[in-house]
T-cell receptor
Framework: AQRVTQPEKLLSVFKGAPVELKCNYSYSGSPELFWYVQYSRQRLQLLLRHISRESIKGFTADLNKGETSFHLKKPFAQEEDSAMYYCAGGTSYGKLTFGQGTILTVHP | DGGITQSPKYLFRKEGQNVTLSCEQNLNHDAMYWYRQDPGQGLRLIYYSQIVNDFQKGDIAEGYSVSREKKESFPLTVTSAQKNPTAFYLC??????????FGPGTRLTVL
């Protein structure tokens, strides 16, 4: 069965500290992997996808097939990064399996 | 992402009633999706449609029904058979090979 796991429900860091949101997946075949973000009072939006290998708002995510992980990282967290983050995977872009989500709080 | 609208924003239902949630998109996307969001459980796929007049069950389709008569519209009906319908419902759309864009959501509460 397809499964995406985010082991941390809550993550707190101070401004300027590095942050890493963990994501592990279990899939048959080669899934597409994504990070979505939901800021307060805003709709869910795509942050990163693994095939693009880009950096968005200072965030990067590397697919590690050996560890079946797709952790989201940022070297220096900002207060505006506080949000709910979802890792998701699937074989097509919209038919996704989501993790449980991690609430990131960046303290001043 | 402003191309997907959902209505109403809040919906209250009495037990035993069916209710229909609206989802419209003007992005010319072929595929549309319905997800349910519950605290601590992430999003779970209810139904999806990749083409007009065709749709497929997702992981938690029981107690729900959909239709796709027009490319831009994908309404979701929550029937009285759904045992625990109180949740936040999200609609999304995408091209077949493109990222999914989400609507603002509808919060359904059963009284």
């Amino acid at each position: 069965a397809q499964r995406v796991t985010q082991p941390e429900k809550l993550l707190s860091v101070f401004k300027g500290a590095p942050v890493e949101l963990k994501c592990n997946y279990s899939y048959s075949g080669s899934p597409e992997l994504f990070w979505y973000v939901q800021y307060s009072r805003q709709r869910l939006q795509l942050l990163l996808r693994h095939i693009s290998r880009e950096s968005i708002k200072g965030f990067t995510a590397d697919l590690n097939k050996g560890e079946t992980s797709f952790h989201l990282k940022k070297p220096f967290a900002q207060e505006e990064d506080s949000a709910m983050y979802y890792c998701a995977g699937g074989t097509s872009y919209g038919k996704l399996t989501f993790g449980q989500g991690t609430i990131l709080t960046v303290h001043p | 992402d402003g191309g997907i609208t959902q209505s109403p924003k809040y919906l209250f239902r009495k037990e035993g009633q069916n209710v229909t949630l609206s989802c419209e998109q003007n992005l010319n996307h072929d595929a549309m999706y319905w997800y349910r969001q519950d605290p601590g459980q992430g999003l779970r796929l209810i139904y999806y449609s990749q083409i007009v007049n065709d749709f497929q069950k997702g992981d938690i389709a029981e107690g729900y029904s959909v239709s796709r008569e027009k490319k831009e519209s994908f309404p979701l009906t929550v029937t009285s058979a759904q045992k625990n319908p109180t949740a936040f419902y999200l609609c999304a759309s995408s091209m077949v090979q493109g990222p999914a864009f989400f609507g603002p959501g509808t919060r359904l509460t059963v009284l």
